[in-house]
C-alpha cells in the first residue's frame, strides 16, 4: 500500500473526514480537503515533517505510514500489519509456534491471497518431497505468476487456435430460430 492509501486507511478508521485532518496539521479551512485528497490519492507526498504530524493525529507510527523498507525489522513488522489489514493475514500461536494464516472469511483479497499461498505451498511441498529442484523452485518463485500452473490466480483464456475452432464449430451449427 502507498503511503496516500495508508493515510486514507487510518484516516477512515479514525472517523475523521479529509476537512477535519487537514484543518488538524494546519492547513487552511478553504483547502484542508484538497489538500488531504491530493496526498490519499498519491498526486502529492507528503515530507517527512508532514508524514510525522499525520501520524502523531492518526496515533499511529510514522513507519505506519510509510512505504515499507522489509530491509529492516521495523519495516518488515510494518509490511505484516498492513498484510493483517489489506488482506487477512492474522498471527496466530500453535504448539508453542507463531504462525501467519489468512482468514479467507475477511473477503475477496484475502480469499485470493489465500489461493496464491497455496500454489506456493504446494511448490515448497514438491521441493521437500524431491519432486522439484531448488532450481526449479527458485524458477517458480522468482518468475511468479509466469510458471504458476496452478491456475488460481488468474482468468483462463482459451488460446487462439482453440477459439478459432470454437467459432467455426459454433457457424457450422444448424441456425435453430428459421
Known sequence: MAIGER???????????????????????????????QYE??????????TAAL???????????????????VGLMHTLFTLEDRYGLK???????????????????AARLHEMLCAWGEQAAKLKSGEISKEDYDRWRYRYPEFDTTGHWHKVVPSQGLSDLLAEEFKKQPDKEK
Open 7 to 37: 493515510i486514507h486507511f487510518f484516516r477512515i478508521l479514525r472517523g475523521m473526514t479529509q476537512k477535519y485532518l487537514g484543518m488538524a496539521l494546519g492547513f487552511p479551512e478553504k483547502s484542508a480537503d484538497v489538500r488531504l485528497a
Open 41 to 50: 490519492n498519491g498526486s502529492r507526498t507528503p515530507k517527512a515533517d508532514l
Open 55 to 73: 501520524a502523531q493525529i492518526l496515533e499511529v507510527s510514522p513507519h505506519a505510514l510509510a512505504v515499507p523498507d522489509i530491509d529492516s525489522y
Open 91 to 109: 498471527i496466530c500461536e500453535c504448539d508453542g509456534e507463531i504462525h501467519l494464516r489468512v482468514d479467507v472469511f475477511q473477503g475477496k483479497e
